[in-house]
Protein backbone atom coordinates (compact mmCIF):
# COMPACT_ATOMS: atom_id res chain seq x y z
CA UNK A 1 0.00 0.00 0.00
CA UNK A 2 -0.39 2.70 -1.66
CA UNK A 3 -1.04 2.34 -5.51
CA UNK A 4 -0.46 5.14 -7.05
CA UNK A 5 -2.44 5.89 -10.99
CA UNK A 6 -0.98 8.25 -13.09
CA UNK A 7 -2.93 9.25 -16.17
CA UNK A 8 -1.63 11.73 -19.05
CA UNK A 9 -2.68 12.67 -22.03
CA UNK A 10 -0.69 11.27 -25.17
CA UNK A 11 0.38 14.22 -26.73
CA UNK A 12 2.73 14.97 -23.92
CA UNK A 13 5.44 13.30 -25.49
CA UNK A 14 8.19 14.18 -24.02
CA UNK A 15 6.71 13.32 -20.61
CA UNK A 16 9.55 10.63 -19.11
CA UNK A 17 7.38 8.01 -17.35
CA UNK A 18 9.88 6.09 -15.56
CA UNK A 19 11.38 9.42 -13.98
CA UNK A 20 7.92 10.90 -13.13
CA UNK A 21 6.62 7.68 -11.23
CA UNK A 22 10.51 7.26 -9.33
CA UNK A 23 9.88 10.78 -8.34
CA UNK A 24 6.50 10.26 -7.15
CA UNK A 25 7.48 7.22 -5.19
CA UNK A 26 10.38 8.84 -3.46
CA UNK A 27 7.92 11.75 -2.12
CA UNK A 28 5.60 9.22 -0.86
CA UNK A 29 8.57 7.36 0.92
CA UNK A 30 10.19 11.46 2.05
CA UNK A 31 6.29 11.64 3.94
CA UNK A 32 6.84 9.05 6.33
CA UNK A 33 3.67 7.76 5.93
CA UNK A 34 4.36 4.31 4.48
CA UNK A 35 6.27 1.41 5.71
CA UNK A 36 8.44 0.01 3.50
CA UNK A 37 9.23 1.39 0.27
CA UNK A 38 7.93 -1.93 -1.80
CA UNK A 39 5.02 -1.43 -0.65
CA UNK A 40 4.78 1.39 -3.22
CA UNK A 41 3.17 0.60 -6.52
CA UNK A 42 2.63 2.98 -9.12
CA UNK A 43 2.19 2.51 -12.99
CA UNK A 44 1.23 5.08 -15.93
CA UNK A 45 -1.53 4.68 -18.17
CA UNK A 46 -0.85 7.02 -21.39
CA UNK A 47 -4.38 8.18 -22.90
CA UNK A 48 -4.57 8.19 -26.19
CA UNK A 49 -8.58 9.36 -26.59
CA UNK A 50 -9.28 12.10 -24.69
CA UNK A 51 -10.33 16.19 -24.87
CA UNK A 52 -9.96 18.53 -21.99
CA UNK A 53 -12.82 21.37 -21.97
CA UNK A 54 -14.52 22.34 -25.71
CA UNK A 55 -11.37 24.67 -26.74
CA UNK A 56 -9.84 23.83 -29.89
CA UNK A 57 -6.44 24.79 -28.50
CA UNK A 58 -4.10 22.26 -27.85
CA UNK A 59 -4.53 21.06 -24.62
CA UNK A 60 -3.31 17.93 -22.13
CA UNK A 61 -3.36 16.55 -18.08
CA UNK A 62 -1.54 14.24 -16.20
CA UNK A 63 -3.52 13.34 -13.28
CA UNK A 64 -2.47 11.57 -10.25
CA UNK A 65 -4.70 9.22 -8.32
CA UNK A 66 -3.76 7.67 -5.17
CA UNK A 67 -4.99 5.29 -3.03
CA UNK A 68 -4.75 4.74 0.38
CA UNK A 69 -5.88 2.77 3.22
CA UNK A 70 -8.43 4.93 5.67
CA UNK A 71 -7.47 6.44 9.01
CA UNK A 72 -5.18 9.12 8.01
CA UNK A 73 -6.06 12.54 9.62
CA UNK A 74 -6.81 15.96 6.43
CA UNK A 75 -4.07 17.69 7.04
CA UNK A 76 -1.52 14.24 6.16
CA UNK A 77 -3.53 13.71 2.87
CA UNK A 78 -3.06 17.30 1.99
CA UNK A 79 0.82 16.78 2.51
CA UNK A 80 0.44 13.91 0.43
CA UNK A 81 -1.43 15.74 -2.22
CA UNK A 82 0.80 19.07 -2.15
CA UNK A 83 3.81 16.58 -1.73
CA UNK A 84 2.47 14.79 -5.33
CA UNK A 85 1.59 17.84 -6.97
CA UNK A 86 4.70 19.88 -6.30
CA UNK A 87 6.34 16.24 -8.25
CA UNK A 88 4.05 16.84 -10.69
CA UNK A 89 4.74 20.54 -11.68
CA UNK A 90 8.75 19.79 -11.75
CA UNK A 91 8.30 17.28 -14.73
CA UNK A 92 8.73 19.37 -17.28
CA UNK A 93 9.37 21.12 -20.22
CA UNK A 94 6.32 20.40 -20.95
CA UNK A 95 5.31 20.94 -24.87
CA UNK A 96 5.08 24.44 -26.85
CA UNK A 97 1.88 25.36 -27.22
CA UNK A 98 0.30 23.16 -25.16
CA UNK A 99 -1.90 23.86 -21.95
CA UNK A 100 -1.41 21.61 -19.23
CA UNK A 101 -3.86 20.59 -16.48
CA UNK A 102 -2.04 18.59 -13.41
CA UNK A 103 -4.17 17.46 -10.59
CA UNK A 104 -3.75 14.96 -7.83
CA UNK A 105 -6.86 13.09 -5.92
CA UNK A 106 -6.36 11.27 -3.19
CA UNK A 107 -8.88 8.13 -2.53
CA UNK A 108 -9.49 5.94 0.72
CA UNK A 109 -9.24 2.36 0.60
CA UNK A 110 -11.29 0.45 3.39
CA UNK A 111 -8.67 -0.94 5.60
CA UNK A 112 -10.95 -3.91 6.57
CA UNK A 113 -11.80 -4.72 2.87
CA UNK A 114 -7.98 -4.24 2.24
CA UNK A 115 -6.03 -7.63 1.44
CA UNK A 116 -2.62 -7.95 0.17
CA UNK A 117 -0.12 -11.01 -0.08
CA UNK A 118 3.29 -11.00 -1.04
CA UNK A 119 5.25 -13.76 -2.67
CA UNK A 120 8.70 -13.91 -2.86
Known amino acids: MPHLHLEYTANLTQLDTDKALLRLNHALVASGQFGAEFDIKSRALKVENFRVGT??????????????????????????SQSLLAVLQDLGPWPEGVQVQLSVELRDMDRDAYSKVAIG
Open 55 to 80: GLNERGFVAARLALLSGRSPQTKQQL
